[in-house]
């Protein structure tokens, strides 16, 4: 919780024993809404006997004391910031761009700057669309903090309704279609899948999703593109250690690659969240290859491709993404560790210099 924050703490009711933590605090701190306390929760402002608590669910005790901190109010449009963006494409209608690792897409409860929308805000002035709400201007896709790859972005309104469309039907009869570049643990033992599982938000981690019955439809297309054996003299030869993976989108969820390609049993590399119990294939891993690994500080996915229908001409336009040097030097040390033949495909993976 930051210095300056407002805090405000109660002590839990013996009438609010065994209620969940914003149904208690919304019950007991009048001028906050349970919206707003969830987001606050969320956010990491909320400490239960001194102990962070991010889930709202959590049933609180009687006596339980409870901190909120209180963030300075925020202004109600996100401010323009003088942030580089690396343009791929621009005219009066749209604009694509090649998203930065660690840039979140929009401003939210502990990111209020420093976010594209921000950055975008900025280079585009008046003429950004609203829809979609003011914290959202223009956005009608997004890709997670540690993501990178091609987005498009709405400048008016009418190129908004027009990608919105697009996007709503991912492409099922439309002209959208999007790639990505998947470095995961392991390799499927088909060249090519299909992953068709609901997903909907894991039931003991709110910030996490998770494949569950009754979830949203949710469906990713895969394909092998390399495979990767481990070093010279791997304790498992013959076996991948890892394999590079394209990726396309059916559905659009939150998490989709991430939960699917670990519910198929291959994480992404470098994936906290989903794939923490695979960090011991490292191991089969030659030193640079472990180094770059290790220096990733994120998930090992990229998103390269991007089709659209323009929304004022009609005219087709694609986009490619190289991959960004730390996913360049993780593909080239797994492509040289061991000797032998990889490809699936004769494509060759372009990375940025």
Same mark, same amino acid.
């Given at each position: 919780?930051?210095?300056?924050?407002?805090?405000?703490?109660?002590?839990?009711?013996?009438?609010n024993a065994g209620e969940r933590l914003d149904r208690a605090l919304a019950s007991t701190i009048a001028d906050l809404s349970r919206s707003r306390l969830k987001a606050l929760i969320l956010a990491g402002e909320v400490t239960v006997g001194g102990r962070t608590v991010r889930d709202p669910g959590h049933r609180v005790n009687a006596g339980d004391a409870v901190t909120v901190a209180?963030?300075?109010?925020?202004?109600?449009?996100?401010?323009?910031?003088?942030?580089?963006?690396?343009?791929?494409?621009?005219?009066?209608?749209?604009?694509?761009?090649?998203?930065?690792?660690?840039?979140? %897409?929009?401003?939210?409860?502990?990111?209020?700057?420093?976010?594209?929308?921000?950055?975008?805000?900025?280079?585009?002035?008046?003429?950004?669309?609203?829809?979609?709400?003011?914290r959202r201007p223009g956005i009608v896709h997004r890709l997670d903090k540690d993501t990178t790859g091609l987005m498009v972005i709405a400048k008016n309104d009418r190129a908004h309704a027009s990608l919105a469309a697009q996007f709503a039907?991912?492409?099922?009869?439309?002209?959208?279609?999007?790639?990505?570049?998947?470095?995961?643990?392991?390799?499927?033992?088909?060249?090519?899948?299909?992953?068709?599982?609901?997903?909907?938000?894991?039931?003991?981690?709110?910030?996490?999703?998770?494949?569950?019955?009754?979830?949203?439809?949710?469906?990713?297309?895969?394909? %092998?593109?390399?495979?990767?054996?481990?070093?010279?003299?791997?304790?498992?030869?013959?076996?991948?250690?890892?394999?590079?993976?394209?990726?396309?989108?059916?559905?659009?969820?939150?998490?989709?690659?991430? %939960?699917?390609?670990?519910?198929?049993?291959?994480?992404?590399?470098?994936?906290?969240?989903?794939?923490?119990?695979?960090?011991?294939?490292?191991?089969?891993?030659?030193?640079?290859?472990?180094?770059?690994?290790?220096?990733?500080?994120?998930?090992?996915?990229?998103?390269?491709?991007?089709?659209?229908?323009?929304?004022?001409?009609?005219?087709?336009?694609?986009?490619?993404?190289?991959?960004?040097?730390?996913?360049?030097?993780?593909?080239?040390?797994?492509?040289?560790?061991?000797?032998?033949?990889?490809?699936?495909?004769?494509?060759?993976?372009?990375?940025?210099?």
């Amino acid at each position: 919780m930051a210095a300056d924050h407002r805090t405000e703490t109660i002590t839990v009711a013996e009438a609010n024993a065994g209620e969940r933590l914003d149904r208690a605090l919304a019950s007991t701190i009048a001028d906050l809404s349970r919206s707003r306390l969830k987001a606050l929760i969320l956010a990491g402002e909320v400490t239960v006997g001194g102990r962070t608590v991010r889930d709202p669910g959590h049933r609180v005790n009687a006596g339980d004391a409870v901190t909120v901190a209180l963030p300075p109010p925020e202004p109600a449009a996100p401010a323009a910031e003088n942030i580089p963006l690396d343009i791929v494409f621009e005219d009066d209608a749209i604009v694509v761009i090649d998203k930065p690792r660690g840039m979140v %897409v929009h401003p939210a409860a502990g990111n209020a700057t420093g976010t594209l929308v921000n950055a975008l805000i900025a280079h585009c002035g008046a003429s950004l669309s609203g829809i979609g709400g003011v914290r959202r201007p223009g956005i009608v896709h997004r890709l997670d903090k540690d993501t990178t790859g091609l987005m498009v972005i709405a400048k008016n309104d009418r190129a908004h309704a027009s990608l919105a469309a697009q996007f709503a039907d991912h492409g099922r009869t439309g002209p959208l279609r999007r790639g990505y570049l998947a470095f995961v643990w392991g390799a499927p033992d088909r060249p090519r899948g299909t992953i068709e599982q609901p997903i909907d938000r894991h039931p003991h981690a709110r910030d996490k999703m998770a494949v569950r019955p009754g979830g949203r439809e949710a469906i990713t297309h895969w394909e %092998v593109l390399e495979r990767f054996p481990g070093q010279a003299g791997d304790k498992e030869p013959g076996k991948p250690v890892a394999s590079l993976l394209a990726c396309r989108l059916e559905t659009g969820r939150t998490h989709q690659i991430r %939960v699917h390609l670990a519910h198929l049993g291959h994480p992404l590399i470098g994936d906290s969240v989903y794939g923490p119990g695979f960090r011991t294939k490292v191991t089969r891993l030659s030193p640079q290859a472990a180094e770059a690994v290790e220096a990733l500080g994120r998930q090992a996915l990229h998103a390269y491709f991007l089709a659209i229908e323009h929304p004022v001409t009609g005219r087709p336009l694609e986009f490619r993404s190289e991959l960004p040097g730390d996913l360049a030097r993780l593909h080239a040390s797994l492509s040289t560790q061991a000797q032998g033949p990889r490809s699936e495909h004769k494509r060759h993976v372009k990375s940025k210099t």
